[in-house]
Every structure is written in C-alpha cells, then in structure tokens.
C-alpha cells in the first residue's frame, strides 16, 4: 500500500447553512416517513408521557454515554478519528447557539422513528430492538470509513431501545438522546474551537 492509502479521508467542507438545512430536512423526512408508517400500519405509536423518574433517568443515560463516548474518544483511535470526521462536517461549520437544534432535532425525530414507531411494528422485543438500532447506527454513516462510529451509534440504539422497552416510556429515549447531543457537541465544540 502506498502511503496515501493511509491517509485517513477529508471531510466535506459545510456551511452553517448547509448544516442546519439538512438538519431541518432530515428531522422532516424522518417525521413523514413515522408519520405515514403509523397511518398505515395501524400500529399505535410507542407510549410517551410526563414521568419526572423517567425525564431523570433519561437524563442520566444521556450523561453516561456522553462520559464513555469521551473515554472512547481519549482511549481508542479509530474511533476518535471516526469522530472526528463526523463532527468535522457537522459541528465544525456551527455555532454554539446551533447545539440546541443538534439536540432537539435529531433527538425528537430519530427517537419517534427509531424507537416509537419500528420497536412496536416490529414487535416489541428483542429482533425489533436490534433491527432499529442497526438501522439508527446506518444512519450516521457519512463515509465508509465511519463504522466505527456507526458501531457506537448502534450500541447507544440499543440503550435507547432498551430503556424505552424498559420504562414503556419513549420520553427517556428522546431525553437520554437530546442530553447526549447536547453535552457531547458542546464538549467536542470546546475541544476544537481553534
């Protein structure tokens, strides 16, 4: 192999614009398309209500994946450049105030999709679970030397798919989730602001 095979790839380069747009597009695209399978299937959408104990322990599973994504990060390199190159285009062209939407529109979409409509079409149970995480994990592939990132995303599917099934209440993944985009973006934001 010559060296240049070695070279890890450049990220495409984004405006905030471009960002937040495809941001919007997406959480849209992921809505119409819960949206139609809920109409059409007759399968009632995964139950999500107020429950303090719930908000909490969303909240505190979105702390515990933002700490063992950060020791993941220091500790294993492939993993951090995956990262890296993720959050290069999709962070770096943002601003902080930006964070909020990476929290929001992700975490409500992606949940409602992943966890509150495939889970109870699939079945509610253990194939249902593995078949939306791996799809969740396909979704943050933005290059095909991602899958270690893509690996993670599908293991932190599976918490929320887990927890979701565990508590009967959607609001801890969607919590669990927008926590984690918020603090780990926040955090990555901090690290490379030079």
């Known amino acids: 192999m010559t060296p240049q095979q070695h070279q890890e790839p450049e990220a495409p380069s984004l405006t905030r614009i471009q960002v937040l747009v495809a941001m919007g597009v997406t959480a849209i695209i992921l809505w119409i398309i819960a949206k139609i399978c809920l109409r059409f299937s007759g399968i009632p959408l995964m139950s999500w209500r107020w429950h303090e104990p ?8 979105g702390l515990g994946i933002t700490l063992i ?14 990262v890296d190159f993720y959050l290069d285009i999709v962070l770096k062209p943002l601003a902080l105030p930006d964070l909020i939407w990476l929290g929001l529109l992700p975490g409500l979409s992606e949940e409602l999709l992943f ?44 918490i929320f798919g887990y927890s979701t099934l565990i508590t009967g209440n959607l609001l801890v993944a969607i919590v669990a989730h927008i926590t984690t985009n918020l603090l780990s973006s926040y955090l990555w934001k901090l690290e490379n602001s030079h």
């Open 54 to 61: 719930d908000f909490l322990f969303g909240v505190g599973l």
């Open 69 to 82: 994504s950060g020791l993941g990060y220091k500790l294993i390199t492939p993993y951090r450049q995956s």
């Open 115 to 158: 966890r509150g409509v495939l889970i109870p079409a699939l079945g509610s149970n253990h194939f249902a679970i593995i078949v939306s995480s791996i799809s969740f994990g396909i979704l943050h592939l933005s290059s095909p030397h991602q899958w270690t990132y893509v690996a993670w995303a599908t293991v932190v599917g599976l």
